[in-house]
């Protein structure tokens, strides 16, 4: 253990001794409150309101805020906060991510915090995973928090500018971390173009009259607790939040380009026409491949296309052949593509893949190809939440990217016990030669242990693989259902009966993340809920938040996880050439492939740590943009060729 670890240690230690006392000051102040009427109440929590406004450190109110956020929350919505909840609200207000095991109710837990930071009325901001999350959280929570004299908002990405503005000067606002940024990038291109139109500030008591195209919505950005940290400040960082631009012309030559490369790429062969770099994925054309784009019949718009770029666009072409996937990378919803999420399962509404990649797919899927864009304003994850004056977040899956957490956003990362002891089975796992095998072996585990009545949640990486399984299962007249971006409509009502005797739910990330299995009486009395990990994801968190389904809270369950020499993360972690190695092995008996299951973790860790490094990587080009524009006198945030 390093220096740095040890003493890490034992200041977080020390913390926690002392936030364990006022925990038990909170416990005993609550006893002061239960006699109060409604209205009583009301003027308690303004009043301590006012001192917050007043001056008064939010830290010498953390008894008398969390005693009445717990009151209310018992008489409004039934629910009173256990002990470790409370020392988790005070680990999150000491600008600390919380690791909570799932099922813990970090949900909860998020009110106490989030209230004591709403006194200063500047703004309280909770960032969730998804607007599904968003919604639902900010939707049980409310009363809790206008029993107590204070406003909520929520922001999904159908509120218009006009519904933004009223939900960011609530004093409370529950929304999503890409909400937040693009309302950021707006705001500041706004500002920018009232500069340019002589406008000199509009005030805000004005704004909401305003035209709104013309409204800043957000008034400063105070206070943030980020739910599911991990996932929203590490897995997603790697992709910046970009504002578009649409240029005034489009060279219908460029689409007819597209068109033509993605007709065309599927008959080069790897090896004859193109080579694949092993390191960085890379197609290159080989010199009888840049021979056969130039034989090949093009339409007469390509006619004064340079020829390099013409090899651009069929190299760009074939990697899209080769590593994007319907149904897995994205859907086709209404003649556009949508991306799909990988970390959530959820449809990336608005999102769209940058260097040509999205109208190359367009194009090969025979739609309209859209306006390739510029980009007028654009930031980081890490650069936006670090605007904050404070900061703080929990999960359930964050002690392993402790260093990261730590060095970059300048945060805690303090594990709180749990309220009961877990009770979480782990069953060994399976190894296959190939996926039929391995989807056979899951569809025999589900048969065996419906019969029993026991609630079964398989997850899988993709859209097209969840079917997969659905197929199957259908085929053995085992009834089910598949929870995936298909089927939002259902979602609700799917997860409220994933945990009922017999029931049997298939699903992709969507079942992870914030997804709360409520077991019946009956199902709890066979066993609780068994989790199938049909495949391992290129982030163990991910991985770790499917299983945290079952086990909840002191209940019973288990999980099993499911291999397949043909699985996707032994390529993308160990290369191609060791996995094809492996994969020499199919035709062995399960039982002699269990000693291959280490190799698939370790590809998972190779994976992670790349990832890592570009996240590194990213935050360290990102400064030295900044700093440039900085010097040059410009806005770091905004494109200067214009608004």
């Given at each position: 253990m390093s220096l740095l670890t040890k003493l890490r240690y034992v200041g977080t230690t020390t913390s926690l001794a002392?936030?364990?006392?006022?925990?038990?000051?909170?416990?005993?102040?609550?006893?002061?409150?239960?006699?109060?009427?409604?209205?009583?109440?009301?003027?308690?929590?303004?009043?301590?309101?006012?001192?917050?406004?007043?001056?008064?450190?939010l830290e010498q109110l953390i008894v008398q805020a969390y005693a009445l956020v717990r009151e209310s929350a018992r008489r409004t919505i039934g629910?009173?906060?256990?002990?470790?909840?409370?020392?988790?609200?005070?680990?999150?207000?000491?600008r600390s991510i919380a690791v909570m095991q799932t099922g813990e109710?970090?949900?909860?837990?998020?009110?106490?915090?989030?209230?004591?930071?709403?006194?200063?009325?500047?703004?309280?901001?909770?960032?969730?995973?998804?607007?599904?999350?968003?919604?639902?959280?900010?939707?049980?929570?409310?009363?809790?928090?206008?029993?107590?004299?204070?406003?909520?908002?929520?922001?999904?990405?159908?509120?218009?500018?006009?519904?933004?503005?009223?939900?960011?000067?609530?004093?409370?606002?529950?929304?999503?971390?890409?909400?937040?940024?693009?309302?950021?990038l707006r705001d500041r291109l706004i500002n920018r173009q009232m500069e340019y139109s002589g406008i000199s500030q509009i005030p805000s008591m004005v704004?909401?009259?305003?035209?709104?195209?013309?409204?800043?919505?957000?008034?400063?950005?105070?206070?943030?607790?980020?739910?599911?940290?991990?996932?929203?400040?590490?897995?997603?960082?790697?992709?910046?939040?970009?504002?578009?631009?649409?240029?005034?012309?489009?060279?219908?030559?460029?689409?007819e380009l597209y068109n033509w490369a993605a007709h065309v790429s599927p008959d080069f062969t790897i090896?004859?026409?193109?080579?694949?770099?092993?390191?960085?994925?890379?197609?290159?054309?080989?010199?009888?491949?840049?021979?056969?784009?130039?034989?090949?019949?093009?339409?007469?718009?390509?006619?004064?296309?340079?020829?390099?770029?013409?090899?651009?666009?069929?190299?760009?072409?074939?990697?899209?052949?080769?590593?994007?996937?319907?149904?897995r990378h994205y859907v086709i919803r209404d003649g556009e593509v949508v991306i799909v999420d990988e970390f959530t399962g959820r449809l990336a509404e608005g999102r769209k893949w940058r260097a040509g990649i999205h109208q190359a797919i367009e194009a090969r899927e025979n739609l309209n190809v859209s306006v390739e864009t510029g980009e007028s304003a654009r930031i980081t994850?890490?650069?936006?939440?670090?605007?904050?004056?404070?900061?703080?977040?929990?999960?359930?899956?964050?002690?392993?990217?402790?260093?990261?957490?730590?060095?970059i956003y300048d945060v805690c990362v303090v594990?709180?016990?749990?309220?009961?002891?877990?009770?979480?089975?782990?069953?060994?796992?399976?190894?296959?030669?190939?996926?039929?095998?391995?989807?056979?072996?899951?569809?025999d585990e589900i048969e065996a242990l419906h019969r029993t009545g026991r609630p079964v949640l398989i997850g899988t990486r993709s859209i097209d693989k969840s079917e997969i399984l659905s197929k199957i299962l259908d085929r053995r007249k085992v009834k089910h259902e598949v929870l995936n971006a298909r089927h939002l409509e259902r979602e609700a009502e799917i997860v409220a009966g994933a945990g009922e005797l017999g029931r049997v739910t298939v699903a992709t990330n969507m079942a992870g993340r914030g997804t709360d299995i409520k077991l019946s009486a009956e199902a709890l009395a066979v066993g609780g809920l068994h989790v199938i990990c049909s495949e391992l994801h290129e982030s163990a968190r991910i991985d770790r938040q499917l299983i945290g389904r079952c086990g909840r809270q002191g209940d019973p369950g288990s999980f099993r996880q499911y291999l397949s020499l043909e699985d996707d993360i032994l390529e993308n972690g160990i290369g191609e050439s060791a996995a094809q190695k492996l994969r020499g092995y199919h035709e062995a008996p399960s039982n002699a492939l269990k000693r291959f299951a280490p190799m698939f973790h370790k590809a998972q860790a190779n994976i992670q740590q790349n990832h890592f490094k570009s996240r590194k990587m990213l935050l360290y080009h990102e400064s030295r943009r900044q700093e440039m524009q900085r010097e040059m006198g410009q806005d770091p945030y905004l494109d200067t060729a214009g608004s």
């Amino acid at each position: 253990m390093s220096l740095l670890t040890k003493l890490r240690y034992v200041g977080t230690t020390t913390s926690l001794a002392k936030w364990k006392s006022s925990v038990r000051r909170i416990t005993r102040h609550c006893q002061s409150l239960k006699n109060l009427s409604d209205d009583q109440l009301t003027k308690k929590s303004l009043a301590l309101k006012f001192e917050a406004r007043s001056g008064t450190p939010l830290e010498q109110l953390i008894v008398q805020a969390y005693a009445l956020v717990r009151e209310s929350a018992r008489r409004t919505i039934g629910m009173e906060h256990y002990d470790v909840q409370l020392l988790g609200g005070i680990a999150m207000f000491h600008r600390s991510i919380a690791v909570m095991q799932t099922g813990e109710g970090k949900t909860l837990t998020a009110t106490l915090p989030i209230y004591l930071n709403a006194l200063r009325g500047e703004g309280s901001h909770l960032a969730t995973a998804n607007d599904y999350l968003a919604a639902r959280d900010a939707g049980l929570m409310m009363p809790v928090y206008q029993r107590l004299g204070l406003s909520v908002g929520v922001i999904t990405n159908e509120s218009n500018r006009a519904q933004r503005f009223d939900a960011y000067h609530c004093d409370i606002t529950y929304t999503t971390a890409k909400e937040i940024g693009f309302d950021f990038l707006r705001d500041r291109l706004i500002n920018r173009q009232m500069e340019y139109s002589g406008i000199s500030q509009i005030p805000s008591m004005v704004q909401s009259k305003t035209d709104s195209n013309l409204q800043i919505v957000q008034r400063g950005l105070n206070y943030i607790l980020v739910d599911e940290a991990d996932s929203i400040l590490i897995d997603e960082a790697r992709t910046p939040l970009i504002v578009s631009s649409i240029p005034d012309e489009v060279a219908q030559a460029a689409i007819e380009l597209y068109n033509w490369a993605a007709h065309v790429s599927p008959d080069f062969t790897i090896g004859e026409h193109f080579s694949i770099d092993p390191d960085d994925n890379q197609i290159t054309l080989t010199s009888q491949g840049r021979r056969r784009v130039r034989v090949l019949r093009q339409p007469e718009l390509l006619r004064q296309t340079p020829v390099m770029d013409i090899y651009d666009q069929v190299e760009q072409a074939i990697y899209v052949n080769q590593n994007y996937v319907a149904d897995r990378h994205y859907v086709i919803r209404d003649g556009e593509v949508v991306i799909v999420d990988e970390f959530t399962g959820r449809l990336a509404e608005g999102r769209k893949w940058r260097a040509g990649i999205h109208q190359a797919i367009e194009a090969r899927e025979n739609l309209n190809v859209s306006v390739e864009t510029g980009e007028s304003a654009r930031i980081t994850l890490q650069d936006l939440f670090l605007k904050y004056e404070s900061l703080s977040g929990m999960t359930g899956t964050a002690a392993k990217s402790e260093r990261e957490l730590e060095s970059i956003y300048d945060v805690c990362v303090v594990t709180v016990p749990t309220n009961r002891p877990p009770r979480r089975v782990q069953l060994p796992a399976c190894v296959f030669g190939t996926d039929d095998q391995k989807w056979q072996a899951i569809a025999d585990e589900i048969e065996a242990l419906h019969r029993t009545g026991r609630p079964v949640l398989i997850g899988t990486r993709s859209i097209d693989k969840s079917e997969i399984l659905s197929k199957i299962l259908d085929r053995r007249k085992v009834k089910h259902e598949v929870l995936n971006a298909r089927h939002l409509e259902r979602e609700a009502e799917i997860v409220a009966g994933a945990g009922e005797l017999g029931r049997v739910t298939v699903a992709t990330n969507m079942a992870g993340r914030g997804t709360d299995i409520k077991l019946s009486a009956e199902a709890l009395a066979v066993g609780g809920l068994h989790v199938i990990c049909s495949e391992l994801h290129e982030s163990a968190r991910i991985d770790r938040q499917l299983i945290g389904r079952c086990g909840r809270q002191g209940d019973p369950g288990s999980f099993r996880q499911y291999l397949s020499l043909e699985d996707d993360i032994l390529e993308n972690g160990i290369g191609e050439s060791a996995a094809q190695k492996l994969r020499g092995y199919h035709e062995a008996p399960s039982n002699a492939l269990k000693r291959f299951a280490p190799m698939f973790h370790k590809a998972q860790a190779n994976i992670q740590q790349n990832h890592f490094k570009s996240r590194k990587m990213l935050l360290y080009h990102e400064s030295r943009r900044q700093e440039m524009q900085r010097e040059m006198g410009q806005d770091p945030y905004l494109d200067t060729a214009g608004s």
